[in-house]
């Protein structure tokens, strides 16, 4: 079957520094790849997306590659900011039957501080 | 800007209370989805559906049930609330052959005493 693994928060940083959350998954066929970020008291939205091998997807200066060869797609970002802090989780979909299912990785809380 | 909405936002109840979470969206999306959300951020497909008339459990047991009557609406109810079914629960919705976007309600924490 599918999955996600991320690696466990919390992550902590300075604001400025420079981000790396790491996300491997597991697919039986040949996935989309997505990040989606929850700010507090919200619900999740997308933040970027990726559906095919070395396809970069970025969005509010975070990046990420779907590296195939890797089974990889971590996020970065090169100077964070305290608007960053929200839990970031990252998710595979693969087409079946009746369309797209999303397999979300375990989330990665992020904290800036100033 | 999604339109997805969770109704209520925060609730606390009692033991052995029937509640119904409403999720209503906007976007005229085939596919709906209830997710539970843990304390520790890990997120659990309870039920999903393609269409009007169309229910599915997901990955993770749960003793709430759900209806599609609309389009539009796709509320979850527990007849009988307890302590365990303290948690977020978030509504999703996608257009039906989507390439895996889902747009998320903000929704609603649950607890019950």
């Known amino acids: 079957g599918n999955s996600v693994t991320q690696m466990e928060g919390p992550v902590t940083l300075s604001e400025e520094a420079f981000l790396t959350i790491n996300c491997t998954y597991t697919a039986t066929g040949y996935p989309s790849l997505f990040w989606y970020v929850q700010y507090p008291g919200e619900g999740l939205q997308l933040l970027l997306k990726a559906t095919k091998a070395d396809d970069k997807g970025s969005n509010k200066g975070f990046e990420a590659t779907y590296r195939k060869e890797t089974t990889s797609f971590h996020l970065e970002k090169g100077s964070v900011q305290v608007s960053d802090s929200a839990v970031y989780f990252c998710?595979?979909?693969?087409?079946?039957?009746?369309?797209?299912?999303?397999?979300f990785g375990g989330g990665t809380r992020l904290m800036v501080k100033p | 800007e999604a339109d997805i909405y969770q109704t209520p936002r925060y609730l606390v109840i009692g033991t052995g209370k029937k509640i119904t979470l409403e999720c209503s969206q906007t976007m005229g999306h085939d596919k709906m989805y209830w997710y539970q959300q843990d304390p520790g951020m890990e997120l659990h497909l309870i039920h999903y559906?393609?269409?009007?008339?169309?229910?599915e459990k997901g990955d993770l047991s749960s003793e709430s049930t759900v209806s599609r009557i609309r389009t539009e609406h796709f509320p979850l109810t527990l007849e009988s609330a307890r302590p365990s079914h303290t948690s977020q629960y978030l509504c999703a919705s996608s257009a039906y052959r989507n390439t895996g976007e889902l747009f998320f309600g903000e929704g609603s924490r649950l607890t019950v005493l």
């Open positions: 998710a595979l979909s693969e087409t079946h039957n009746a369309g797209n299912m999303l397999t």
């Open positions: 559906s393609y269409g009007v008339n169309s229910t």
